[in-house]
């Protein structure tokens, strides 16, 4: 009995690789602002929500001369790191993009055909009578002491891994499309209502941004569970699926 279907351990591993991608071309745009706002507007001379301290060139601390763009005192002017790599992010925000749809293709087709083939309802989705509180405290119990059972044949999954799984197929990822989507002002030229429900750009940025940290959390705690339960056997399986 095959432990993955084909077409799950196809959408895995493009998932997989397109997150890693996602993930140091998203380092790099934060990179050249580290900052996070809440609402419609966000630049340097804005009060920032939360300043990540992740980038050289923000540790470097400095600054190019600022040109203003007219000749009112108060009027905007240039705000522009001194390390030109970090001020260019032309590069990571189109490989940002480009992979984002490397996620999203497979990752639709993936929950298609979860739907139609009863994948999730055969091994994702929990079952009634796994949520008896006795039953979700022992698996809570087990995970923190990391009692994790070795693999077995099959998708069998945990209760606790069923909601991860859940969470990150039906909530997680849906809401890191819908943020990056309402990040494209040609987006939200056509569907204003974008803007409305996240509170704006830079609203729809912090989420997109947090939502992430949630999903490479999630990703750090799944290839640990992976290695705790036979990394070569769970690898095997997800690549050649025996």
Not at 129 to 138: K, Q, T
Not at 177 to 204: D, E, K, N
Not at 205 to 211: A, L, P, S
């Amino acid at each position: 009995m095959p432990r993955h279907a084909r077409w799950v351990r196809i959408s895995h591993w493009v998932l997989a690789a397109s997150l890693l991608t996602l993930v140091i071309s998203g380092f790099e745009i934060l990179m050249v602002h580290p900052r996070l706002y809440w609402g419609d507007a966000g630049n340097d001379l804005t009060p920032a929500l939360l300043e990540l301290p992740i980038s050289r060139n923000y540790k470097h601390g400095g600054w190019d001369k600022p040109t203003p763009f007219s000749r009112e005192a108060t009027g905007p002017f240039t705000a522009s790191r001194t390390y030109d790599i970090f001020n260019q992010n032309g590069w990571g925000r189109s490989l940002h993009f480009l992979a984002a749809w490397c996620l999203v293709l497979p990752g639709a087709l993936y929950v298609l055909g979860g739907l139609l083939g009863g994948h999730f309802r055969s091994h994702i989705w929990p079952k009634a009578r796994e949520l008896a509180p006795h039953l979700v405290w022992r698996d809570v119990v087990d995970h923190l002491h990391l009692r994790v059972p070795a693999a077995r044949e099959g998708s069998q999954y945990g209760l606790l891994q069923k909601c991860a799984y859940s969470w990150v197929v039906f909530v997680a990822g849906p809401l890191m499309v819908a943020t990056g989507l309402t990040m494209s002002p040609a987006v939200t030229a056509a569907f204003p209502v974008l803007l409305r429900v996240f509170g704006g750009y830079q609203s729809a940025r912090t989420i997109h941004f947090f939502t992430f940290a949630a999903l490479l959390l999630f990703a750090v705690v799944h290839v640990a569970m992976v290695v705790k339960s036979g990394f070569r056997r769970q690898i095997r399986a997800m690549t050649v699926g025996e």
